[in-house]
């Protein structure tokens, strides 16, 4: 299954998260349970989970109200946190994995407020989020998602609306996103939203990039949907509350750059040395293609598809192994990709069983290919006599009947 973050319009707050989840289905007793055994050492806390209507949606509200005893520093709310899983839950892996995620979410936030006030995360002090607060919403909605399995889903967010405006702080009067906020979603898409206020929390941003595989600009193709809504606390002319959408993708969807340029110096040789260069070096692939240049020279361009976080060594690579002084990079290509795993299995040549392993790819529960690897046929090829393209569609059609068998 797959889970959609809509944050559009509403923005992200932790107590958002809580009540989305629970919207889904999480269990609000054992989320309210934790929320108090985590949250109430560093302040008083009020928990009230409610059904509540925002702009006619009708959305699950986790009124958290809280006040702290004393402000922290962040290895202090850590270490705290730490004693309480050893002394109440050393036996609980759902509370475990659950306080594994809560401590990357403070991390991120720890990091994001040092950035901003020039201190090391061991000197901050959560004060302008406050200990309670933070405590609360970050492992109440820490348990929700171990609750709800989401750990074995792919979880998409679409862009994150932030507000406009300005914000009053300890640290007088900011400007909207909060300067925490902007660091933690820098690599995330955002938009101002239609909204003069604040409605992107640190907490609800640290939240968000922990659990977010790939952002996207709209909804991939899904069936099957249960939503869920999280109410925010502010009544806005906008719809305040954070949809989450849980349902079947039929086509998987991922994100690739291209990298692109013309040369007209190498040889077919260096060229030949390129391509294998490039596979090795983490290229998904790569295509050369014979062009005419300027003053009619003829020359080549060549293209390379990677992975993003690839892109910055294989522009090296690329500018190393071929002297280009300028690399085009067209990023973040959004594509479908049919739902690919490699298998093996015996076919039975010449009485023989040999092993072979088939690339298979499929969409939703149709297979739409089957191929043997090239290499194991070669080999096959090599060893039996029998010529390649005979073994390629005498394996394909055995695998298919095996197939039509299951």
Avoid: W
């Avoid at 889904?24 to 989970?49: H, M, Q, R, S, W």
């Amino acid at each position: 299954m797959t889970l959609i973050i809509d944050p559009q319009t509403s923005g992200v707050a932790g107590n958002m998260f809580i009540g989305a989840f629970i919207d889904l289905g999480a269990d609000k007793n054992k989320i309210t349970e934790i929320i108090k055994a985590y949250a109430e050492p560093f302040g008083k806390v009020e928990i009230d989970i409610i059904k509540k209507p925002k702009s006619g949606v009708m959305s699950t509200y986790a009124n958290i109200e809280t006040k702290d005893n004393a402000s922290r520093h962040y290895t202090e709310i850590i270490d705290k946190i730490d004693k309480i899983t050893q002394e109440k839950y050393s036996d609980d892996e759902t509370v475990q994995k659950s306080v594994e995620l809560a401590k990357e979410i403070f991390k991120t936030v720890a990091i994001a407020e040092s950035e901003v006030h020039g201190k090391t995360i061991e000197e901050l002090h959560f004060h302008e989020v406050g200990c309670a607060d933070a405590v609360a919403d970050i492992i109440g909605s820490s348990y929700a998602y171990y609750l709800l399995n989401l750990e074995n889903e792919k979880i998409y967010s679409l862009p994150v609306a932030v507000g406009s405006g300005t914000v009053n702080t300890q640290h007088g009067i900011l400007p909207v996103p909060a300067p925490a906020v902007i660091n933690i979603l820098k690599n995330t898409p955002t938009i101002g939203g239609e909204v003069n206020t604040e409605i992107a929390t640190p907490t609800g941003a640290s939240i968000l990039v922990n659990i977010t595989d790939e952002y996207i600009q709209s909804q991939p193709l899904t069936v099957n949907k249960q939503i869920g809504y999280g109410a925010g606390k502010k009544d806005l002319k906008v719809l305040n509350a954070l949809r989450m959408i849980r349902c079947d993708e039929l086509i998987e969807h991922d994100t690739i750059t291209i990298l692109e340029t013309n040369v007209d110096t190498l040889s077919g040789e260096v060229l030949g040395s390129l391509y294998d260069k490039l596979l090795n070096q983490n290229a998904r692939d790569i295509s050369i293609t014979p062009t005419i240049m300027k003053k009619n020279r003829p020359g080549h361009i060549i293209k390379v598809i990677c992975k993003n976080k690839d892109v910055d060594h294989l522009v090296k690579v690329l500018m190393e192994e071929t002297g280009s002084l300028g690399i085009r990079i067209i990023p973040q290509i959004h594509r479908g990709v049919a739902i690919r795993e490699n298998v093996l299995h015996n076919i039975n040549i010449n009485g023989n069983d040999e092993e072979i392993r088939f690339k298979i790819g499929s969409v939703g529960e149709k297979i739409i290919k089957c191929s043997p690897e090239y290499d194991d046929i070669k080999n096959l090829s090599d060893k039996t006599g029998i010529p390649v393209k005979d073994l390629q569609a005498y394996a394909e059609q055995e695998f298919k009947k095996y197939l039509r068998s299951e």
